[in-house]
C-alpha cells in the first residue's frame, strides 16, 4: 500500500490486517479518453455558457487566472486550448495570465516552466499577482459579510475574466476551484483576511465537502460574481494527478457539477472511528510545507476517536509555509490557549495564516500529532509543538506504545482526496 508523499510515496511498513483504509472511488474511476479529449470535450459542450470563442468575439482584452505552484493543476492539458480558443474566437485579443498565488509566495520561473512548459511562459505575458501590493489591486465592492471585496486589477479592469483549475475536498471552502480563483486567488489581503476570518472558520459548516451555508463559500461566490468571472475550466485528477474528469463553462454551475461529480466518488465512512490514524497531505506539490499540510490533517481529524494519535506523511521539504503561522504555533504557551485566543479575534483584526494555525491547533488541542518529514524540516516541526518522526514505521511504533498494539488503524493514503463522514 503506497501513501502519498512528495513524488515518490512512501509504503506502508506492516501487516494491513485489521487496518481500515479509507481510499475514494474516484481513484479507481477510469476513462478510456486521453487528458486532452476530455478537456476539449468539456470546452466543446459548457455548462450554461456559450462556447469560449463566443464570450472572446469583440473583446480587447482577457485575463486567464492560473493556479500557482502550491496546486496539482495539470495546467499544460488546459491553458493552450484555452488560448487556442479565445484566439480562434478573436485573433487579436490581448492576454494575461494572472498566476493566482492568493496568500502564498510568488512562484519562481522554473515552477512556472513546470507547470505550463517553455513554449507558453517565453511567449505570454505572465503576471504574478501581488495580495500584498495594494497599488496592483482594486476595491470593487463588499461581500455578503461586510468585508471589502478588493481584486487584482488585471482581473478587475480585463474585458473578459477565465480561469483554470481543478476541483478537490477542500478543509474548510468545502471544495477547491471555481470560485477560489478570485478569492482568495487574486484578492487583496484584506479581503482574503475577511474571508478567511476566525468566526468563519469555526463555523461548523466550513468543512471539507460542506457547501450549504458554509459562510466561507458564500463569500467566494459573491466575490466570483462581483468579479465578472464569465468561463472556467476545471478538472478533477486521480491519484497519479491525472485528468478523469473535466467541467467548462458558466463560473458557478461548471463548478457546481463538477462539486456533485465529485462528492459522489470521494466520500468515505470509517466504520470504527481510528486510535490511530494514518494520512497524507497528497504528495507533491500539495506535501511541501507544514502550511498546506494542515489539509490532510483535518481527514485524519474526522476519522479520528477522542486523543488519537494522529500521523502524516508529509515531506515539507520547502519549510512552513509562512512565518506567521510558523510563530503563532512556536510562540504560544499551548496548542488549546492559542486556539482560545484566535477564535477572540474580530473579522477586522484577522491575522495573516490565522486560519492555518486556528486550525493545526484545533487538531492539536484533541491530538498528538506526529510529522513523518524531510530531515531539515525537524526543527521547525518541533518548534511548532509537533512531533517529528524519520520514518512511518518509527511513527507508528511510537502511536502503538502510547494507544496499545491492539488499537484500531485508521489508514487514509491521501488526506485531501476524501470527504469522511461520520
Request: proline letters at 6%; charged letters at 25%.
Amino acid at each position: 500500500m503506497k501513501i502519498a508523499y512528495g513524488t515518490t510515496g512512501i509504503s506502508w511498513p506492516r501487516s494491513l490486517d485489521g487496518v481500515e483504509v479509507l481510499t475514494p472511488s474516484a481513484g479507481n474511476r477510469q476513462t478510456q479518453k486521453s487528458e486532452d479529449d476530455l478537456v476539449l470535450e468539456a470546452m466543446a459542450h459548457p455548462i450554461g455558457s456559450p462556447r469560449l470563442r463566443e464570450l472572446a468575439a469583440g473583446k480587447g482584452t482577457c485575463t486567464i487566472i492560473i493556479s500557482d505552484h502550491t496546486r496539482p493543476v495539470p495546467s499544460r492539458h488546459i491553458i493552450p486550448f484555452l488560448l487556442a480558443e479565445l484566439r480562434q474566437g478573436n485573433p487579436g485579443i490581448q492576454i494575461t495570465l494572472l498566476v493566482a498565488t492568493g496568500f502564498h509566495r510568488p512562484s519562481r520561473k522554473e515552477e512556472l516552466i513546470e507547470k505550463l512548459g517553455e513554449q507558453i511562459v517565453a511567449s505570454e505575458r505572465i503576471v504574478i499577482h501581488d495580495c500584498q501590493d495594494p497599488d496592483s489591486n482594486r476595491d470593487i465592492g463588499v461581500l455578503p459579510s461586510g468585508a471589502r471585496l478588493v481584486i487584482d486589477k488585471l482581473a478587475a479592469d480585463t474585458e473578459l475574466l477565465i480561469a483554470e483549475g481543478f476541483i478537490e475536498p477542500h478543509f474548510f471552502a468545502g471544495f477547491s476551484g471555481g470560485r477560489k480563483s478570485v478569492l482568495p486567488g487574486v484578492c487583496d489581503k484584506v479581503t482574503v483576511l475577511g474571508n478567511h476570518c476566525a468566526e468563519f472558520i469555526a463555523s461548523p459548516y466550513a468543512r471539507t465537502g460542506s457547501l450549504e451555508g458554509n459562510p466561507i463559500h458564500l463569500d467566494m461566490t459573491d466575490a466570483a460574481r462581483q468579479a465578472k468571472l464569465a468561463y472556467i475550466v476545471n478538472v478533477i485528477i486521480d491519484e497519479d494527478k491525472k485528468i478523469i474528469a473535466a467541467f467548462a463553462g458558466d463560473a458557478i454551475q461548471a463548478h457546481e457539477a463538477g462539486c456533485r461529480f465529485l462528492k459522489e466518488s470521494c466520500r468515505v465512512r470509517p466504520k470504527r472511528l481510528g486510535d490511530v490514524v494514518v494520512t497524507s497531505n497528497g504528495g507533491a506539490p500539495l506535501d511541501q510545507n507544514i502550511y498546506q499540510s494542515v489539509k490532510g490533517l483535518t481527514a485524519a481529524e474526522a476519522a479520528a476517536a477522542p486523543g488519537a494519535v494522529l500521523i502524516t506523511c508529509a515531506r515539507c521539504n520547502d519549510g512552513t509555509g509562512g512565518e506567521s503561522f510558523y510563530r503563532a504555533l512556536k510562540e504560544c504557551a499551548t496548542p488549546g490557549q492559542l486556539l482560545e485566543e484566535t477564535q477572540k479575534i474580530p473579522m477586522d483584526k484577522t491575522n495573516p495564516d490565522q486560519w492555518e494555525y486556528q486550525i493545526l491547533a484545533r487538531i492539536m488541542s484533541k491530538h498528538p500529532v506526529i510529522f513523518v518529514a524531510d530531515p531539515a524540516a525537524r526543527p521547525l516541526i518541533e518548534d511548532m509543538k509537533l512531533e517529528y518522526a524519520p520514518d512511518l514505521a518509527t511513527a507508528l511504533e511510537r502511536a502503538y506504545a502510547r494507544k496499545g498494539s491492539q488499537a484500531h488503524t485508521v489508514l487514509i493514503p491521501n488526506g485531501i482526496s476524501v470527504i469522511v463522514e461520520e
